[in-house]
């Protein structure tokens, strides 16, 4: 049970790390992050392979099989990192993904069962590969960071009939204080050592109950040496400062009790225009939100300085909360994001499901040349109502089922049709709705006809018949 919530804590921490690999220099230049599952998954694959290349056998095993299985040892660890890489925290849906949309590219992909088998026992290659790169995306890096990360693992009203990892004493979990949170836990806590830039070296899990101070004395057998460690007020303390910097040579830099005599403010080392530089690299056309600052300072302060880049000319306010740095067009001139790109970015940040509905779905499919000020969309997220000047998207809550659709055109079909109703649906319609449905998956298609009413299940019908 331990070894599998180090699993699961680990891809957590390593995340950033595995987005990495496509920009490691040592092994692959000039290579570029790609949103191709299977591209990706070619890039990892090479990267494994040239690594271990003097530990796996002819067939890119590290272990030897009885029978040669589908996928060898290095396909595992590059399928493992490629889900990771793109974002996908789901297992159920990545697995999904790959027996629907890359069967031609993965004709050899095995059950999900043995593959969780063997990437478990291929953990210890994960993590010196891991390793490996890290150490490679560390190299003249003098500024590292040290923190510590709550991990429970029940509600601390479980804490005395939870089972969880009790079996031994010293492996046990146990009750801590979050500082964050402001209140007790029952768990773990995860010491992370990561540069500058945000690529882990070194981490540990310790009981929830040991001081954040105790593992400094851990880091001077990390490989950690000649460099500035910068951590919070939980590591101060004067006796592992001086016994860091002598063994290590590690300036331990942590802020001062403002009790102290020697209080003195702490330096910034970060960048004070890191904002401006968040905003200055991301390419034009692309939407903000103002909690996507929040990691920079209170919210106050993120709106001020907003406001400022705003004032500047930098971005553009386009609604309470969501900002944009303006595409602009050598004729037309300032180009503002489109309806649909705000609530598509709204969707992302609510991790929510939407729908095109109304007078919107009607233009969108060509049975309308009117276009509405009011854009509606069914959500499962929360009902909102966003200004843009004198147009309006609004967010209706719904029931699951009218976002169950997995077809992109057949929803948006569903949702014309029971907004121009059933008996006012003209022949001349439905002919238009059967063109659009000619470039419908058909299984799509035929799983969101199962969602629809029967009548609209006629009219549909019809496009599978002709496919």
């Not at 050598?330 to 489109?338: H, R």
């Not at 309806?339 to 109304?358: F, Q, S």
Request: charged share 25%; net charge positive.
């Amino acid at each position: 049970m331990l070894k599998t919530m180090l699993i699961n804590i680990y891809k957590k921490v390593m995340h950033k790390t595995d987005i990495q690999y496509l920009r490691c220099i040592k092994y692959h230049q000039n290579t570029s992050i790609m949103h191709n599952l299977s591209s990706n998954f070619d890039k990892f694959f090479n990267i494994t392979k040239s690594i271990f290349k003097n530990r796996i056998n002819e067939f890119n095993n590290f272990y030897s099989y009885r029978n040669k299985p589908k996928m060898s040892d290095c396909q595992i660890i590059a399928l493992a990192i490629t889900g990771e890489s793109i974002g996908i925290d789901s297992e159920s849906y990545f697995w999904a993904k790959l027996k629907n949309d890359y069967t031609k590219e993965f004709p050899n992909l095995i059950d999900r069962c043995n593959y969780n088998r063997r990437r478990k026992r291929l953990y210890p290659f994960i993590i010196e590969l891991n390793k490996i790169i890290a150490d490679d995306l560390n190299q003249n890096e003098n500024v590292y960071l040290v923190d510590s990360i709550p991990v429970p693992v029940c509600q601390i009203a479980r804490e005395k009939s939870s089972k969880i990892c009790k079996e031994n004493y010293d492996t046990a979990p146990d009750k801590g204080y979050s500082a964050v949170s402001k209140a007790y836990y029952y768990g773990y806590k995860l010491h992370v050592v990561a540069s500058n830039k945000g690529v882990f070296h070194s981490m540990d899990l310790t009981k929830a109950s040991v001081h954040d101070v105790n593992y400094l004395s851990d880091i001077k057998y990390s490989g950690l040496n000649n460099c500035t460690l910068i951590a919070d007020r939980g590591y101060l303390s004067s006796s592992y400062q001086l016994d860091l910097f002598n063994s290590c040579q590690i300036n331990l830099q942590t802020p001062k009790r403002m009790n102290q005599h020697v209080y003195k403010p702490f330096p910034f080392v970060f960048r004070k225009a890191r904002m401006f530089t968040k905003i200055k690299k991301a390419k034009r056309g692309t939407l903000y939100f103002a909690e996507d600052f929040l990691s920079y300072g209170t919210a106050k302060a993120v709106a001020k300085a907003l406001e400022r880049h705003e004032q500047k000319d930098v971005i553009e306010r386009i609604s309470r909360g969501i900002y944009s740095r303006i595409d602009v067009d050598p004729i037309i001139g300032s180009l503002k994001p489109s309806t649909e790109a705000i609530a598509e970015a709204i969707r992302k940040r609510d991790k929510a499901r939407i729908m095109l509905t109304g007078a919107a779905a009607l233009n969108a499919l060509g049975l309308s040349t009117q276009i509405p000020m009011n854009v509606v969309y069914l959500t499962d997220g929360a009902a909102r109502k966003i200004n843009l000047g004198k147009r309006k998207i609004l967010f209706k809550k719904t029931s699951p089922k009218n976002l169950s659709a997995i077809g992109k055109i057949s929803g948006l079909v569903i949702q014309a049709l029971k907004e121009i109703g059933k008996d006012k649906v003209t022949e001349q319609e439905i002919q238009l709705i059967l063109k659009h449905l000619e470039s419908e998956d058909p299984y799509r298609l035929e799983q969101d006809i199962r969602l629809a009413p029967e009548w609209i299940r006629i009219i549909m019908r019809k496009a599978l018949k002709n496919k």
